[in-house]
């Protein structure tokens, strides 16, 4: 395999494909390929690869072209905690589990095998780095060690430092963005958790006896939007626009649009209201930076897997865990049903020996409990009974062929489904009335910025879709374990 080279900012980047497909689960433990694991706090497909011309994310693209990439793929509730502890189990969130950015696997899926937990009881070693669980005690069982949480300065110039207030609970609450002007990576936490991450794949590379499962989770581009000054410059603040749908979406339903109230705990943010056009685009310039910030710390860590030698027996997969608003329907954060908020990046890569279709895009339909069956296939690892998902390998050998032609998610009181064309999306009351509904037909309105659920046109339309969320509801609930 030719040596493949991946670096942040000037330094040449690539990778090799990694691993080679399972055989059986009963094979030695020192023949199976090993796993990185790469989550990405709050990443939008904001990035080159995935359509975003304006973007500087040179390391997931090139990561993007030794692999196969999801483009349309869909998290299961768009909050970091719910997200990843669906995630990590297979399981569908509910009305009753994983609901909320404080959701944990452990308790709201309690006796249910993790991921990392089933890797650990095949004779893995698993090792947690960065955020991966939204707590870090989530399933602790299922980590070889203690989980490592490193952090940093959050602020570091006078100007934010001096911005920050108490709020009403005594919490300190700083600015939204900051450009940090000429400091180092490692000033910032994700720059920390690079460098702790490559001294860890140094002491798996002196351990092959034993498959390792690395998770690494990165921090941005979550807020507050923070990063040198370098990656501010690489997106100059003329060049910033506002969505071309600025605006709340025609006939949406009472609260499909929220207030954005995560961001409206920053001290430069006013509590209610449209924010001003000028603070709207520093807020997606400073999302910008902060993405190519961790792109570029990502591209550390995978420069030094390659020179390592750990490509030839190692899968990778990156995810980011739900989609963000940029100012599309005037919100911001994630917290809704609308796609910005649950639209992700998923790549998967293999090593060479697998003969998968490499440095290639398949458009089907996928979700993020799907990347638990995949990964055990991959690895050959049994698949538990209680998973909800489908392995996404047969895609990852033809791109052009799928495994579901629809992906379902919910927030709150909505329940949605897309399909190839629509998106459909239900709100209801506590006893389960029907409160409101929307349909994007995302042929005519990939925006999503008109409601057509009750124009005559679409009548049949919304009578299958809606037959078919509640088909899907029903059988999540008959199945959850």
């Known amino acids: 395999m030719p040596k493949l ?53 040179p390391n997931i693209d090139r990561l993007a072209k030794r692999g196969v990439r999801f483009d349309r793929a869909y998290c299961m509730v768009p909050t970091c905690g719910a997200s990843r502890a669906s995630l990590m189990t297979g399981v569908r969130p509910a009305r009753d589990r994983f609901i909320t950015y404080t959701s944990r696997a452990d308790q709201e899926a309690a006796g249910v095998t993790t991921l990392n937990t089933h ?10 780095l960065g955020k991966v669980f939204h707590h870090p005690a989530d399933s602790l069982d299922g980590w070889s060690e203690r989980p490592r949480r490193p952090s940093a300065k959050r602020y570091v110039t006078s100007a934010a430092l001096n911005a920050q207030v108490k709020d009403k609970k005594g919490r300190t609450r700083g600015p939204s963005w900051e450009d940090g002007g000429d400091v180092p990576d490692e000033t910032y936490t994700d720059g920390v958790i690079a460098n702790e991450a490559i001294e860890r794949l140094r002491e798996l590379a002196q351990q092959p006896e034993q498959p390792f499962f690395f998770a690494v989770g990165f921090t941005k581009p979550h807020l507050p939007f923070v990063a040198p000054g370098r990656y501010f410059e690489k997106y100059p603040a003329s060049d910033v626009r506002l969505p071309g749908n600025y605006f709340p979406p025609k006939n949406a339903p009472s609260g499909a649009v ?11 943010i006013p509590r209610t209201g449209l924010l001003s056009e000028d603070k709207a685009r520093e807020l997606i310039r400073g999302y910008r930076a902060a993405t190519s910030y961790t792109d570029a710390n990502l591209g550390r860590v995978l420069e030094a897997f390659d020179e390592l030698g750990l490509a030839e027996n190692t899968i990778i997969v990156l995810w980011g865990d739900h989609g963000w608003n940029l100012g599309e329907h005037t919100l911001w954060c994630k917290h809704s049903c609308f796609e910005t908020s649950l639209h992700s990046p998923l790549i998967f890569v293999a090593p060479d020996s697998m003969k998968f279709t490499s440095g290639t895009a398949s458009s089907s339909l996928v979700e993020f409990i799907d990347i638990y069956p995949t990964l055990c296939e991959l690895a050959g690892l049994p698949l538990p009974g209680h998973l909800q998902g489908h392995s996404l390998t047969a895609i990852m050998k033809d791109p052009q062929s799928g495994v579901k032609d ?33 349909l994007y037909d995302h042929q005519q309105d990939p925006g999503e910025n008109t409601n057509v659920a009750d124009e005559v046109a679409y009548t049949d339309v919304v009578t299958s879709l809606a037959d078919k969320l509640q088909a899907a509801i029903e059988v999540s609930r008959e199945n959850a374990p």
């Open 258 to 268: 929220h207030n954005s109230g995560e961001l409206r705990a920053y001290s430069d």
């Open 406 to 438: 629809q992906a379902v998610s919910r927030f709150g009181s909505g329940d949605t489904i897309r399909t190839d064309r629509y998106r459909y999306t239900q709100y209801r009351s506590k006893n389960g009335q029907v409160t409101g509904h929307m």
């Open 119 to 128: 890797f650990k009881a095949n004779g893995y070693r698993t090792l947690s």
């Open 5 to 57: 080279t991946f670096c942040s900012q000037a330094r040449g980047l690539a990778i090799a494909l990694l691993l080679a497909l399972p055989c059986s689960a009963d094979r030695p433990s020192n023949s199976r390929p090993n796993v990185l694991f790469i989550a990405v706090d709050d990443l939008r497909p904001e990035i080159t690869s995935f359509g975003a011309d304006q973007m500087v994310t």
